[in-house]
């Protein structure tokens, strides 16, 4: 019995999926044998209706194996990094991100949207809920760093003060699009 190379597999799965006309994941079973287990088929566009939103979360994609959406807890995203290289999705999901962040407006107690290419990402956001505020030039970016800096302050003083670690209200969600820009 000879072990498979898995790895071979993995590399050939975008064939195999060319000509079995869906998408597969490989799955190495026990050294010897291997799983071709089939991906849901995702819908090239995806409309967003009010059932798709869920209070307190975020719908952050699909599962690959079952083309279910999944929501996370807004309370779960806290320090989140989105990086790849340019034209992978980074502002597709930060648009995703947001539209849901705005709809649900009431769940953070602010939405700073940082863009220094002049507001080009997100200046559409700019006006529908009075909690978002975008920063849309270098100059503007330190007033806001500055008072985001003294409301954390505040915060740890209270959080300090109740013996606790985790800040319970609604929190400050910041999104900066193209951080090289800072």
């Keep these: 019995t000879r072990a498979i190379d898995i790895m071979h597999w993995r590399k050939a799965a975008p064939t195999i999926a060319a000509l079995l006309g ?8 026990d050294g010897v044998s291997l799983e071709l287990l089939p991906l849901a088929r995702l819908p090239d566009v995806i409309l967003f209706t009010s059932n798709d939103h869920r209070a307190g979360e975020i719908l952050f994609g ?16 806290t320090h989140t990094l989105v ?15 947001i539209c849901q962040l705005v709809k649900q407006a009431d769940i953070c107690a602010e ?4 863009d220094l290419k002049d507001g080009v990402e997100f200046a559409r956001y700019a006006g529908p809920a009075s909690t978002v505020t975008l920063v849309e030039r270098f ?7 500055q008072r985001l800096e003294a409301l954390m302050a505040e915060r740890l003083i209270v959080l300090k003060a109740a013996g606790r670690t985790t800040w319970q209200g609604a929190p400050v969600i910041v ?3 193209e951080f090289a820009h800072i």
Excluded: C, H, W
């Design 22 to 29: 869906q998408t597969y994941q490989v799955i190495e079973r």
């Design 83 to 97: 990086t790849g290289p340019s034209g992978m999705g980074k502002s597709t999901f930060a648009n995703l991100l």
């Design 175 to 177: 999104i900066v699009d």
């Design 62 to 77: 699909y599962d690959l194996t079952t083309g279910n959406p999944q929501y996370l807890s807004l309370s779960t995203l």
């Design 111 to 114: 939405l700073v949207l940082v």
């Design 139 to 145: 100059e503007d970016l330190v007033p806001v760093l």
